[in-house]
């Protein structure tokens, strides 16, 4: 029997139940992270992706066929070495990057990046319109958060009007914060309000970890409670604070946002896991919002590992478990934790017996990456409340039918060929999901880490 058109070699084609590939892209050589899918006025699909200091653009009108356009250039590297675009988005005719100039994870071998003039750095957000040529997007604003060599902006979301929801640095707080940004004037951006944990407020203060916003985001750090991804519905923005769990604040007037409920969650998240309350994203037409932790990509691990570098060895304690929660906000001052999601079922032939060794010899920080986000402003994703749409890292693509809100059931998975592409990363080269978006037309656009992106569907589906 032939082996998969995507499959790398007869003994690695992965392993697939209950979808099929239809297509693959290497990217041009690289990966993309957040994916947002653009549908114009002609019904063209377009799907843009941050790629270090570029923006991703491939039209998947075809999604059979997808077609790499370029990389948009966003950020000069002469002039700006170090700084990047982690996440994008795209709403109304406006492609949004966010920008960081330094901080983030601390991996063996990669040194920080920190004490670049500040000259020399890009935090904050560019602001483009891909309205009238959706290949060639046009510049319309930079906003600069004010604070260089550090996150800049992360994890965000926009879906279209006047506000952009930001997890964002300011000088003056420890760890990234709440920031809405108002572009009733997209060539000239500006903050509408801004909300933080009470404890990152530190303006004359010693910080838990020196309050230095240049500081590599280590273990100790990730768990203290910081900002990872708002998302906002109707006038509720739901908060993924990393080590607080997830926040609700009411937004009706962005100026002032203000508390009304909190749900803690940081006994189920990984010691070494990446943010410990991920996502909180709010199912269309139901109220219910499902909250990852974040795992860990297990390149980044070498067994026995130097306890300076990352802090405690990793085979010498146990990693509480990272998952998908079912989260009741039918009373959205008392958001209630109703279900878990299933463990990831283990392919049959499958090398180990689960997902939390996979060759390392030592018990990592096994977990989900993201979901699928439905945006009530984007019609041409996918806006089904009955489903979840998750990269599970080495898990790979999970689906999930959540229709009993009390019994989330697994639909099939998608675990791609191991990667076989050069990695500077020191652990096993491992098939690592890292994020999709899925198109109102059932096609899953699922991007991997080193390894380029897999279009798949769900078997009998039109």
């Given at each position: 029997m032939a082996i998969p058109f995507y499959a790398k070699s007869e003994d690695n084609q992965g392993y697939i139940k209950n979808m099929e590939v239809i297509a693959y892209d290497d990217l041009d050589g690289g990966s993309i992270f957040q994916p947002q899918l653009w549908r114009?006025?002609?019904g063209k699909y377009y799907l843009y992706g941050t790629m270090g200091q570029a923006i991703g653009?491939?039209?998947?009108?075809?999604?059979?066929?997808?077609?790499?356009?370029?990389?948009?250039q966003t950020i000069d590297p002469d002039l700006y070495p170090r700084s990047s675009n982690p996440k994008c988005q795209v709403a109304d005719g406006l492609l949004i990057t966010g920008m960081c100039s330094g901080g983030g994870p601390y991996v063996p071998g990669m040194p920080p990046k920190t004490d670049l003039p500040a000259e020399q750095c890009k935090q904050g957000a560019h602001i483009y319109s891909n309205k009238d040529d959706p290949e060639n997007p046009a510049f319309l604003a930079y906003w600069d958060c004010g604070v260089p060599n550090s996150n800049g902006v992360h994890r965000f979301m926009y879906n279209g009007g006047r506000y952009v929801h930001l997890s964002c640095e300011q000088r003056g707080f420890e760890g990234l914060i709440y920031v809405i940004l108002d572009i009733e004037d997209p060539r000239n951006p500006k903050v509408a309000g801004r909300w933080w944990a009470p404890h990152q407020f530190a303006d004359g203060?010693?910080?838990?970890?020196?309050?230095?916003?240049?500081?590599p985001h280590i273990p100790e750090f990730m768990h203290t409670g910081w900002l990872h991804y708002p998302m906002v519905k109707?006038?509720?923005?739901?908060?993924?604070?990393?080590?607080?769990?997830?926040?609700?604040?009411?937004?009706?007037?962005?100026?002032?946002?203000?508390v009304i409920g909190q749900l803690p969650l940081g006994?189920?998240?990984s010691w070494y896991g990446g943010a410990s309350t991920h996502t909180c994203l709010p199912l269309p037409g139901r109220d219910l919002v499902v909250v990852t932790n974040e795992g860990e990509r297990y390149m980044w691990f070498v067994p026995n590992n130097d306890p300076e570098k990352q802090g405690k060895k990793i085979g010498t304690m146990a990693q509480a478990l990272n998952n998908l929660?079912?989260?009741?906000?039918?009373?959205?001052?008392?958001?209630?934790?109703?279900?878990?999601?299933?463990?990831?079922?283990?392919?049959?032939?499958?090398?180990y017996k689960n997902f939390q060794q996979l060759g390392l010899g030592v018990n990592g920080p096994f977990g989900p990456h993201n979901v699928h986000e439905p945006m009530s402003n984007k019609p041409w994703l996918d806006q089904r409340g009955d489903r979840v749409y998750c990269c599970y890292f080495h898990a790979g693509l999970r689906v999930y039918d959540v229709s009993d809100e009390f019994v989330p059931k697994e639909l099939g998975f998608f675990i791609p060929p191991n990667q076989t592409r050069p990695s500077p990363m020191p652990g096993p080269k491992l098939a690592t999901t890292e994020d999709l978006c899925v198109d109102d037309r059932g096609?899953?656009?699922?991007?991997?880490?080193?390894?380029?992106?897999?279009?798949?569907?769900?078997?009998?589906?039109?």
């Open positions: 114009t006025d002609d653009i491939l039209d998947v009108t075809d999604a059979a066929n997808p077609r790499f356009i370029k990389r948009f203060f010693i910080g838990r970890h020196g309050f230095n916003p240049n500081a109707d006038n509720l923005a739901f908060l993924a604070h990393d080590g607080d769990g997830m926040w609700v604040l009411h937004i009706e007037d962005p100026t002032r946002p203000y006994p189920f998240a929660h079912m989260v009741d906000v039918s009373d959205p001052t008392n958001p209630v934790l109703i279900a878990e999601f299933p463990y990831p079922e283990v392919p049959e032939g499958f090398p096609n899953m656009f699922v991007m991997t880490s080193n390894d380029g992106m897999y279009v798949v569907r769900m078997l009998g589906e039109e």
